[in-house]
């Protein structure tokens, strides 16, 4: 049995790799899966990725990418989930805030630097066309830290999974004045170079067993129930976001890793755009 570490946020995108570990799915091809949940989310499992504390992670696509693109010794192996992430725009309930362009001057709550909440702040800020050189940045390095910042008067806003916030939203801790999805496919699936290159035989066994989880996921009797119970998400939300979510079997398109690179670089965040067979396993 061949012990494989790998990383994820604890959100309900990733319930696919759990059900098929509960099935013994990669036991049967001789693999230990051993998963770890990061709520933490894409800045650190970077890190953990490029220490070697993780073999595999399922990490958003522009988060892996400047990682790589700053000297992370990963590839994106393939998609994880092709649909964009609707991420949240989040003020404290009691705020006299109500629309994203009340939040220009304000300062950002960010998990941790190169985390997806600090790389679309950039996004939606340009968006907006607001001066991105002038954002301001406070970390707090998970949802709970958001929850104890934005409701100690902070005056912070904070971006997050649209559907992973709303039980916030709904009990009055949070307020949400918007949304901004993100341009390209969310969630790739990335490997250090050192697991590719010493496990390619099973990396591909991996592959095989998410991609048909992932193909049949919507297939499932009562999967909307399953998730929300696990995820404690009212029925109708889940339901929601699973009609607006779709889970990819394929690589990363080239024009995508050259448009998130594009993106960044504007954004000064990156400093080149490099050939994209530099971020992808072939």
């Known amino acids: 049995m061949k012990t494989i570490k790998i ?8 319930l696919p790799w759990h059900l098929a570990m509960e099935d013994n799915a990669f036991e049967d091809r001789g693999i230990q899966l051993e998963w770890t949940d990061v709520p933490e989310g894409t800045g650190k499992m970077t890190k953990m990725l490029q220490d070697g504390e993780a073999d595999l992670g399922i990490i ?14 990963s590839k994106i192996v393939q998609e994880y989930v092709s649909s964009p992430l609707l991420w949240g725009i989040h003020v404290d309930a009691n ?40 954002l301001q940045f406070e970390i707090i390095n998970n949802l709970d830290g958001a929850v104890d910042n934005l ?10 999974e649209h559907f ?17 999805p ?15 290159k010493e496990n390619e035989g099973l990396l591909k066994h991996v592959l095989e067993v998410i991609n048909t989880y992932t193909s049949e996921f919507k297939q499932i009797p009562s999967i909307d129930r399953t998730l929300s119970n696990r995820y404690e998400q009212k029925l109708e939300d889940i339901q929601e976001w699973l009609s607006k979510t779709t889970w990819g079997q394929e690589q990363l398109s080239e024009a995508t890793v050259n448009e998130v690179q594009t993106r960044l670089h504007n954004l000064k965040l990156i400093d ?3 050939k994209a067979s530099e971020f992808l396993w072939e």
Request: proline share 5%; aromatic share 10%; hydrophobic share 35%.
């Open 7 to 14: 990383i994820g946020v604890p959100e309900h995108f990733n």
């Open 60 to 73: 958003l696509t522009e988060g892996i990418i400047k990682s790589i693109s700053q000297g992370n010794p």
């Open 95 to 134: 705020s006299e805030r109500n629309s994203i362009g009340d939040l220009k001057d304000d300062t950002v709550a960010i998990s941790r630097m190169g985390s997806g909440s600090h790389l679309m702040a950039y996004i939606n800020a340009q968006n907006q066309g607001w001066d991105t050189e002038k």
């Open 151 to 160: 409701t100690s008067g902070s005056n912070a806003y904070f971006m997050w």
């Open 164 to 180: 992973t916030t709303k039980p916030l939203v709904d009990n009055g801790t949070f307020k949400r004045v918007g949304d901004c």
């Open 182 to 196: 993100t341009p390209w496919p969310c969630f790739v699936i990335a490997a250090s170079e050192k697991f590719i």
């Open 272 to 274: 080149e755009v490099r």
